[in-house]
Nanobody
Framework: QVRLLESGGGLVQAGGSLRLSCVAS????????VDWYRQAPGKQRELVAT???????NYADSVKGRFTISRDNAKNTVYLQMNNLKPEDTAVYYC?????WGQGTQVTVSS
């Protein structure tokens, strides 16, 4: 069974940047779409960005122009570049392919 492992989270000041990584244990990102989700304390999990197998992307309105999803098929890795971070971006970020979820990585943005 394919597994996903996120990394790259941390504590950053507002206006800063982070790049999250999602590494798969198998070659799936070139076959299936991958999503980044986030869940803030007390809130529902929300879809942040999607990258299809064909390379199309889609973003939540709240992150458009600030976040970029991309992948490196050779490394079985999908990235989420997050720029101009805001305190409201604070959440646990997860990647997902089909019904497979990673364990999440915490992003905390201080004001």
């Amino acid at each position: 069974q394919v597994r996903l492992l996120e990394s790259g989270g941390g504590l950053v000041q507002a206006g800063g940047s982070l790049r999250l990584s999602c590494v798969a244990s198998g070659t799936i990102f070139s076959i299936f779409a991958v999503d980044w989700y986030r869940q803030a304390p007390g809130k529902q999990r929300e879809l942040v960005a999607t990258l299809t197998a064909g390379g199309s992307t889609n973003y939540a309105d709240s992150v458009k122009g600030r976040f970029t999803i991309s992948r490196d098929n050779a490394k079985n890795t999908v990235y989420l570049q997050m720029n101009n971070l805001k305190p409201e971006d604070t959440a646990v970020y997860y990647c997902r392919v089909l019904s497979i979820w990673g364990q999440g990585t915490q992003v905390t943005v201080s004001s």
